[in-house]
């Protein structure tokens, strides 16, 4: 028992780092392939 939840402290940990990593990874690309923004002006 003792092992399930420090593995699953480790997921919730790990979740958090990789949803800032995916969000900057998004980012980067959105200014990569459209750097006049994701709504262009007309």
Same mark, same amino acid.
């Given at each position: 028992?003792?092992?399930?939840?420090? @593995?699953? #402290?480790? %997921?919730?940990?790990?979740?958090?780092?990789?949803? +800032?990593?995916?969000?900057? @990874?998004? #980012?980067? %690309?959105?200014l990569r392939?459209?750097?006049?923004? +994701?709504?262009?002006?007309?």
């Amino acid at each position: 028992m003792g092992e399930d939840s420090a @593995l699953k #402290l480790h %997921l919730m940990e790990n979740a958090a780092h990789m949803r +800032l990593f995916t969000m900057g @990874l998004i #980012l980067l %690309l959105v200014l990569r392939f459209s750097p006049r923004g +994701l709504i262009p002006e007309k």
